[in-house]
């Protein structure tokens, strides 16, 4: 890149946000786009939210997969106001959700108001978007945010640890790199186990059940250079195929890539 | 230590028993001991068992507070055979539990088979005994050890993040070190965040509330020498402070030393 090229306003406009200041411009209905790349430095999260009923069960299903699921929140049920974040409101600060109905997707919304009750229990689960600063600030590619498309992200045939009605395969994404690269990433992503952690796997797609890297079950196909490995990392997707069971009436969820935006800074998620 | 000096049979044969066979002897009725020293590299676990409505709520509280409350496992209502221990019964392979009812302590018993029904949730919770075995081997003093002696506990003035019924104060337990040995621990027990990782405090007892060294709340004093202070971790009994809430009617824990032992090994436990 060109260390002289004219910055863009708009980019760091975004990056520059507070989120706070985020979370009052979509809470004003003037933000609804994806959060990738706004507040740099601050921590994004998955959103769930169900009946209370519910709870026990799905918190042990994050639980018992960390990897995809890493807990940054939990409220008591009937709060929308998370400890991680001063003043926000889970039931209008995301710029985008969508509603479940017994796994089924009923809408997709601004706010979630009136779907919000004293017995819904909201769940805020760590995204990958933290530990991507980190690799890129040493050096590794993050070829998705290079191309500027959406991760690559694939269902694969490993089951995660199931948990009452919550069973799904674990949901991972794709980053291409050479071998040093990798090793490199696994080492600075084991920081970050609150944002996915180590890779899950390295190399052979086929051994986890992934048929096709050009063919993601969501996001978008990145290029794979010569000389370079899938490095495979857990996906908080994961959490949203688990929360969205058949046997779950009312599930709530952000809408992909419309995250949470949190007052916790990205360093403070790191073990070491 | 003299190493030519004759082995004790009784603590060799206890360090290297099998998780299984002392599970096999505790069902037997033929091991009523506590369990510190015995198989030596496995992984042994706090207690606690509730009625399933108030498991959300521990369950959160656990995950609010994870450096005194680290989940080894959490099993379905009316299960007892926890998954990190093959053919275990928890009603029955612990060496002794304590019932409590609206927090007051009840009974003693050895196995609590007529306590347990289908609505009980069992929660197993990591314990230091595991990294004192790694400061051990790196030549740091474990001075309760040493000493033959309970690790000093303390109640602190350090409130934990409470969860529906459930609150309490911090527990910690102390060890006396040079500070460069402190700096060593820190780092060795960071690795081991699932059996409270990295100290929570260092130094200045009155800070957290402890008023005297001498005497702590629950394990025996320990001599500090000169040139020591004292390295503070986060505590299992904190688990058990606050699942014996007078607001639960009927509450299952371990006796005091007298563990689960999992056929988990130590270095399963570690982050790296």
Chains 1, 2 share one sequence.
């Not at 794709?174 to 690269?181: A, E, L, V």
């Not at 794979?224 to 490995?229: A, K, L, T």
């Not at 949203?240 to 990205?266: N, Y």
């Amino acid at each position: 890149m060109n260390p002289n090229a004219p910055i863009n306003p708009d980019i760091m406009n975004r990056e520059r946000l507070y989120p706070s200041e985020l979370r009052q411009m979509i809470r004003a209905g003037k933000w609804r786009q994806p959060t990738s790349g706004v507040c740099a430095g601050f921590v994004q999260a998955n959103l769930v939210m169900l009946p209370q009923e519910y709870a026990f069960h799905f918190l042990l299903f994050c639980v018992r997969n960390p990897k995809p699921c890493p807990i940054l929140d939990v409220l008591e049920p009937g709060v929308s106001s998370p400890a991680i974040a001063n003043g926000a409101d889970l039931r209008t600060d995301l710029p985008k959700y969508r509603v479940y109905e017994h796994g089924i997707m009923k809408e997709e919304v601004d706010d979630v108001v009136d779907f919000f009750n004293d017995r819904t229990v909201s769940f805020l689960l760590g995204c990958s978007f933290s530990f991507e600063r980190a690799l890129i600030r040493a050096g590794i590619p993050v070829r998705n945010v290079e191309e500027g498309k959406n991760v690559s992200m694939y269902i694969t045939d490993v089951e995660c640890a199931s948990s009452g009605p919550f069973s799904c395969p674990l949901v991972v994404t794709m980053r291409p790199m050479t071998p040093s690269q990798a090793i490199r990433a696994t080492q600075i992503t084991t920081r970050f186990h609150l944002t996915h952690g180590a890779p899950v796997h390295i190399g052979d797609p086929a051994e986890i059940g992934i048929k096709d890297l050009d063919k993601p079950d969501f996001g978008d196909p990145v290029t794979i250079r010569q000389g370079e490995i899938p490095v495979f990392w857990a996906c908080g997707v994961t959490s949203i195929l688990a929360a969205t069971s058949k046997q779950v009436p009312l599930a709530i969820t952000h809408s992909p890539g419309h995250m949470f935006v949190s007052d916790l800074r990205d360093e403070d998620l790191t073990i070491l």
